[in-house]
């Protein structure tokens, strides 16, 4: 059995915000990456409905580059996902729908960096399009392909 922690936390051990971002499953019928959204974690949160309660979370959603992964990396591309008027896609989700946390790396080459500016919980505010780490831990490996 595996089990990882997912975080969501405005500030995290005083040094800032600590958001992580992970799979959410859409397509439960696919097993490879075509099953699989990433998303930003803003917030956990449950509610209770006719007795039921339903944990939930918000998220800001991630849209694909392409329809495969990168031909260089080998990796799958993703940016930030938004809506019509420049608004982000963010929307709420039953946390059974998270499948694990992913790790996103921000494409470089694209962007121009001063180090001294930016903090490591900048960096999805900072950069436009990300790499889908599948080099990040052997279950990554094994769906993001």
């Known amino acids: 059995m595996h089990r990882e922690y997912i975080h969501s936390c405005p500030m995290w051990r005083s ?7 992970v799979f959410i499953v859409t397509n ?9 959204d ?4 803003l917030c956990f949160f449950s509610f209770k409905y006719q007795g039921t309660l339903y944990p939930c979370t918000v998220i800001h959603w991630f ?3 392409r329809d495969g992964p990168d031909t260089a990396t080998g990796m799958w591309v993703v ?7 420049n608004l982000q896609n963010i929307t709420i989700v039953h ?10 790396i921000p494409v470089y080459a694209m962007h121009n960096i001063n180090s001294a500016d930016i903090k490591p919980h900048h960096s999805y505010d900072m950069f436009h399009l990300f790499y889908v780490n ?3 831990d ?3 490996f094994k769906i993001a392909f």
């Open 15 to 21: 040094a800032g915000p600590h958001y992580d971002c």
């Open 28 to 36: 439960p019928q696919s097993e490879d990456m075509s099953s699989l």
């Open 38 to 41: 990433v998303a930003h974690m």
């Open 63 to 65: 849209d694909h580059v």
């Open 79 to 85: 940016h930030p996902g938004y809506c019509m008027c």
């Open 95 to 104: 946390i059974n729908t998270i499948y694990q946390a992913v790790h996103l």
């Open 134 to 136: 599948k080099y990040a």
């Open 138 to 140: 052997h279950h990554t």
